[in-house]
């Protein structure tokens, strides 16, 4: 069936079912990928501790935004050769009708973990729980050579929780899916954000009207106004997305 997409050349690999998405990309896919440049990875989504349409939004949401057409791709991996510093293109952070996920940290309490397993890959950089996590989502796109380090770690199928899945049992999946900036940027890479034009007005206009509604950001009693929110929103943006804005609002610059 996805012989006309990928071209006949298509590797199903049967997994045991206990380390979802990570455990898949860390034991079994690392073993392809040896032999690439780049790679991409995304994954389905499970609603779990969020309502139903969120959890199919945020699905759609990673495949739109790491594999939403051919040219897409062509423009993603020409990025990477023209860029020899750029280890990752990382999808943005699901935004829905309530923001989900822009009021904290998007840490989801995984700071803790996140560094034991930095720790136990020998990466100098450190997570900070006062800075937002750039990769959540566990879909992006990759220069192999950057998570280098991720990949020579023996990862194993036990160090993983079993299903069904509980808090504790997934905090080993929370911390890599939030490690892998930290990972490329310790080899010398950095990481920004990639996103479609379509997600990218979507994102705007759920950003504007958080910004207009919250309060922390409405004008008088010292707080900042919706003009200057905006106007730190567009200059801590990243990637594709962060240039796309700063074209449509013009006259704020980098």
């Known amino acids: 069936a996805f012989a006309p997409q990928v071209r006949g050349k298509l590797t199903v690999l049967g997994v045991e079912n206990r380390g979802r998405d990570s455990a898949a990309l860390l034991i079994e896919g690392k073993k392809i990928l040896k032999d690439y440049d780049y790679f991409c990875f995304c994954h389905d989504r499970m609603a779990n501790g969020h309502s139903y349409s969120f959890g199919l939004y945020a699905e759609r949401m990673l495949w739109e935004n790491t594999l939403s057409s051919t040219a897409y791709i062509e423009t993603i991996l020409a990025q990477f050769e023209k860029d020899p510093l750029l280890g990752i293109m990382t999808v943005p952070i699901p935004v829905d009708s309530t923001t989900q996920g822009y009021e904290h940290n998007n840490w989801a309490d995984a700071c803790e973990r996140t560094q034991q397993v930095l720790d136990q890959l020998s990466v100098r950089e450190k997570a900070v729980e006062t800075s937002a996590a750039l990769t959540v989502g566990n879909g992006f796109w990759a220069r192999t050579c950057a998570l280098e380090k991720l990949f020579a770690y023996p990862w194993t199928r036990e160090l993983f929780g ?93």
């Not at 950095?190 to 979507?202: F, G, L, N, S």
């Open 162 to 254: 079993e299903e069904p899945l509980d808090k504790k049992g997934a905090e080993l999946n929370c911390a890599v899916e939030r490690c892998y900036a930290f990972v490329a940027q310790d080899a010398g890479y950095y990481t920004q954000t990639v996103m479609t034009t379509k997600y990218a007005e979507i994102m705007t206009n759920a950003l504007t009207n958080y910004i207009q509604m919250h309060p922390v950001f409405r004008e008088g009693n010292g707080r900042i106004g919706v003009k200057r929110a905006l106007k730190i929103l567009v200059k801590n943006l990243h990637g594709f997305g962060g240039r796309l804005f700063r074209r449509v609002r013009g006259k704020w610059k980098r």
